[in-house]
């Protein structure tokens, strides 16, 4: 029989489309305070399904609104509720939709006139006869609708070829209105107002009345006498003042004029309407000069009149140093100086020295930015603690010497490298401690060290006596402690003593650590017969460690034609350190092995001792990377493996003849 098979081919489509969206308004909408509104964003298109979501920039979404679906509702719309409304509408199929609404709310603020006398002519004063502008400009929202009437004695201003009414005036911010009266007549003087409107918007703004008469002359300014420099304590409450003189009076604008800093409020300028500019709570940091000006606005634009007024403010001193540490000999004079850094006023007023809290007799100082106490010869007598008050009459600062006899502290020698000998049949052990002095040359000579040694939490102490043999900087003193039980730890005091006592202190806790065979300072040799490996450890940061092996202990599946027989020693119980450039390393692989410390300062800095360091090495087949002293680069293949065996340290300069590499 046969079987017939029949193929059927079929495909399956999903229909995917980006995101549509139609709104309900139009791209702008303007709109009253205190309307309710719905912008509604429908989804036109788009599969899968997207949602909408509305946003609002540059603010977040007003409190007294809610979006629903497609749909944004504003209540009781604010001023400040303006801006830019966006629904965007994603689906991960092509570009986001998205549709911007920009929403007005009808807004009036700031109305402003201006006096301009005749350009032409340059002039800064009415006068019968040249021509005469006035101005008008309000802040709107939408700015461009601004609608103004002009008025003269509370009647409507017919324009005529002499009375001009234009709008943008170029050299006036934009939807400005301004009358422009042609020579100036006697029937023109008379109270000029200015209104503002806004289609739809129920109010409108009106200026200030404008007085045009012989009576209305240009302002000036100028500082009230007495008052050009004000005086006044850090915190407290400062007054400046300007007094402006002319008809009318304009605003005036406060600015600083030495600083590019900004007023507590973080403005850069400040109104006043009657030129008086309170400070409250004022800092050091606003001292300086402040300059008074005339607005070109609310009076007449012409060049402002400047004034300017200087505001010091008092703060208590600043003194350095606020603690000094002295340390002298016997015998020594020494002059201690508290400096005033800053304050106002600048000089110091009175200075108050005490020694150990009781007064001491100085000097009356002239007018400076110091005080000095001079101790004419340093004894135990002298030695104390050393206040001086500085006053400028708003406050005082104090500076502190302690002045002293008396050692600094030794400096313990943590690196010994083998400080520890153990008596294990006796459950005993000793301790090799060692220090240094410092700033030995600071004070007189150490006469000798005081030990004190005990378990920790315990009350009493074994106590020792080092006698001082050299006062150099960076002598290494040493002192053996014995008896110590294993495997207690101990915590050790060390005081210096001069002819003035006991100085500073130090201390430290030893503890008991199975002693290492480390290789000797003298002439010893490490062959890696011991776990503990003379204290050689591995590098924790490398790829991968060394391998302590002897021929007997070597695997039987180690790379041929690579690597050594046995140790140097020919024995193949002798052990060597080993590495293993086959899987899994890698080409550049490093493995390092880190040497104990040695220590090789010497108790006479000016000597130096040589070590000579010496080891063996084998390096054969043919991938062999790098060796550095101690640390294995993999090369490229298996064929690399290197060790290392007996490494000596030896005092002396190295020999200079060199051993020839063998095979």
């Known amino acids: 029989s046969h079987i017939i098979i029949h193929l059927i081919s079929f495909s399956l489509f999903f229909p995917v489309a980006p995101p549509a969206l139609k709104m309900s308004v139009n791209e702008t909408l303007v709109v009253n305070p205190g309307e309710n509104i719905t912008m509604q964003c429908t989804l036109t298109g788009g599969d899968p399904t997207p949602k909408a979501v509305w946003s609002h920039s540059p603010n977040p979404m007003p409190p007294n609104s809610i979006s629903k679906g497609g749909n944004l509702t504003i209540w009781n719309i604010r001023t400040e509720d303006s801006g830019y409304y966006n629904c965007t509408a994603i689906n991960n199929v092509g570009n986001p939709g998205k549709k911007t609404v920009n929403l007005l709310v009808r807004s009036m603020r700031n109305i402003t006139y201006q006096i301009t006398p005749d350009v032409i002519k340059e002039s800064e ?21 601004v609608q103004y009437t002009w008025y003269k004695n509370q009647k409507v201003i017919k324009t005529s070829d002499r009375i ?11 939807v400005t209105s301004s009358l422009e009266i042609i020579e100036l007549r006697f029937s023109d003087y008379g109270t000029y107002m200015c209104e503002a409107s806004l289609p739809n918007l129920p109010i409108t703004l009106n200026s200030s009345d404008i007085n045009i008469s012989a009576e209305t002359v240009p302002p000036s300014i100028s500082v009230p006498k007495g008052q050009l420099v004000i ?39 400040v109104e006043t309407p009657e030129g008086k500019l309170r400070l409250e709570n004022v800092t050091r940091e606003m001292s300086g000069t402040y300059k008074c000006q005339t607005a070109r606005y609310n009076g007449f634009n012409i060049r402002s009149r400047e004034a300017a007024v200087q505001l010091n403010v008092q703060f208590a001193p600043v003194v350095e140093p606020k603690f000094q540490d002295i340390r002298l000999p016997l015998k020594r004079s020494m002059t201690l100086r508290c400096n005033m850094l800053k304050g106002s006023p600048v000089k110091v007023a009175t200075a108050v020295w005490r020694f150990n809290r009781n007064l001491l007799t100085v000097p009356p100082i002239e007018q400076q930015e110091f005080s000095e106490y001079k101790i004419n010869s340093t004894s135990r007598e002298t030695s104390g603690t050393y206040e001086c008050t500085i006053s400028n009459d708003v406050g005082s600062d104090s500076c502190v010497f302690q002045v002293t006899g008396k050692a600094y502290n030794p400096e313990f020698y943590f690196d010994t490298p083998n400080p520890i000998e153990s008596y ?11 220090w240094t002095q410092k700033e030995p040359g600071a004070v007189d000579p150490v006469l000798h060290y005081k030990l004190e040694m005990k378990p920790p ?5 074994n106590t020792f006596v080092a006698t001082s043999r050299d006062m150099r900087k960076g002598f290494l003193y040493e002192h053996r402690l ?3 039980k294993i495997p207690q730890s101990y915590e050790v005091k060390i005081t210096p003593h001069t002819v003035c006592g006991p100085g500073d202190s130090a201390s430290r806790t030893i503890r008991y650590k199975e002693p290492i065979n480390y290789p000797s300072q003298s002439d010893s040799t490490c062959r890696f017969e011991d776990e503990k490996l003379c204290g050689f450890v591995q590098d924790k940061y490398d790829s991968f460690d060394w391998i302590r092996q002897s021929k007997l202990t ?20 002798g052990f060597y350190m080993f590495i293993e450039a086959s899987r899994p390393r890698r080409f550049g692989d490093k493995a390092r092995l880190i040497s104990p410390l040695y220590n090789i300062t010497s108790k006479f800095p000016s000597l130096k001792t040589i070590y000579c360091v010496s080891f063996y090495y084998h390096m054969y087949g043919r991938h062999i990377g790098e060796f550095i002293v101690f640390e294995c680069v993999i090369g490229k293949g298996v064929e690399g493996d290197m060790a290392i065996d007996d490494v000596t340290i030896k005092k002396g300069e190295c020999p200079k003849r060199q051993i020839p590499p063998t095979k």
Not at 125 to 145: F, N, T, Y
């Open 125 to 145: 004063s009415i006068q019968l006869g040249q021509d005469l502008k006035l101005s008008c400009h309000v802040d709107a929202v939408p700015q461009d609708k």
């Open 164 to 174: 001009l009414i234009t709008r943008n005036d170029p050299e006036l911010p934009p």
């Open 231 to 269: 005086t006044v304590r850090e915190g407290s409450t400062a007054e400046l003042q300007c007094e402006v003189r002319g008809k009318p009076l304009p605003p005036v604008l406060w600015t600083r004029m030495d600083k590019e800093a900004a007023f507590p409020n973080s403005e850069m300028l």
């Open 424 to 434: 294990k049949q006796f459950k005993n052990y000793s301790y090799l401690i060692q």
């Open 457 to 461: 939490n315990m009350k009493g102490a």
């Open 482 to 484: 014995t008896d110590l």
């Open 554 to 573: 070597q695997s039987l599946r180690r790379t041929a034609n690579t690597g050594p027989e046995m140790d140097r020693s020919g024995a193949p119980e």
